[in-house]
């Protein structure tokens, strides 16, 4: 059974950067599909971060792509998002998912982790 | 702004059906059978109910299917239980950009 697990600090000050990983259990990272990252507001929708291969190839959301880096660790098993420049407007719950880029389907997805932007 | 456009609310009674509509455009949900549908209750993380347009994950009801008609997909939830209200979004693949994925607004379903 595959599962993913976020971790990282829950508060992070404005301008700096927010980083979070995602371990993953039950699957290697290196046997395929994409491993993604996607965000929700405190009472709002999801949003698409970005989503990356364990080669290193990665895709993401136009609107966050200046700021946003995602990498890969197949030694451990995990994968890491890097949010800089953080706003409060980035204050929200951060979920990690597999990603069937085939017919883009995120299933599983980890818990997610609140991250408040605040100083 | 989401990308795909849902009805904020729904309601029904239990044993009532639903349904929930997503409409995107030709460059996403009318132009492609990459439709999934998440259902997500308070505090917890979405959970994938339908994907494909209308397959469901092994371990998914069958009082839960998808369909789609030009740019407007939808889920219908059949036989409603008080344990299927929650919130609801679809998804899509997009050509429009790079842009993988994207995702309605979401519906809150109340069960009466």
């Known amino acids: 059974q595959v599962q993913l697990q976020e971790s990282g600090p829950g508060l992070v000050k404005p301008s700096e950067t927010l980083s979070l990983t995602c371990a993953v259990s039950?699957?290697?990272?290196?046997?395929?599909?994409?491993w993604g990252w996607i965000r929700q507001p405190p009472g709002k929708g999801l949003e698409w971060i970005g989503s990356?291969?364990?080669?290193?190839?990665?895709y993401y959301n136009p609107s966050l792509k200046s700021r946003v880096t995602i990498s890969v660790d197949t030694s451990k098993n995990q994968f890491s998002l890097k949010l800089s420049s953080v706003t409060a407007a980035d204050t929200a719950v951060y979920y990690c998912?597999?990603?069937?880029?085939?017919?883009?389907?995120?299933?599983?997805w980890g818990q997610g982790t609140l991250v408040t932007v605040s100083s | 702004q989401s990308a795909l456009t849902q009805p904020a609310s729904v309601s029904g009674s239990p044993g009532q059906s639903i349904t929930i509509s997503c409409t995107g455009t030709?460059?996403?949900?009318?132009?492609?059978?990459?439709v999934s549908w998440y259902q997500q209750h308070p505090g917890k993380a979405p959970k994938l109910m339908i994907y494909?347009?209308?397959n469901r994950p092994s371990g998914v009801s069958n009082r839960f299917s998808g369909s789609k008609s030009g740019n407007t997909a939808s889920l219908t939830i059949s036989g409603l239980q008080a344990e299927d209200e929650a919130d609801y979004y679809c998804?899509?693949?997009?050509?429009?950009?790079?842009?993988?994925?994207?995702f309605g607004g979401g519906t809150k379903l109340t069960v009466l």
């Open positions: 998912a597999r990603l069937n880029i085939v017919v883009v389907v995120f299933d599983p």
């Open positions: 990356i291969y364990h080669s290193g190839s990665t």
């Open positions: 039950g699957y290697s990272i290196s046997s395929g599909y994409y």
């Open positions: 998804s899509s693949y997009t050509s429009s950009s790079t842009l993988e994925a994207v």
């Open positions: 494909e347009v209308s």
């Open positions: 030709s460059s996403d949900v009318g132009g492609y059978n990459y």
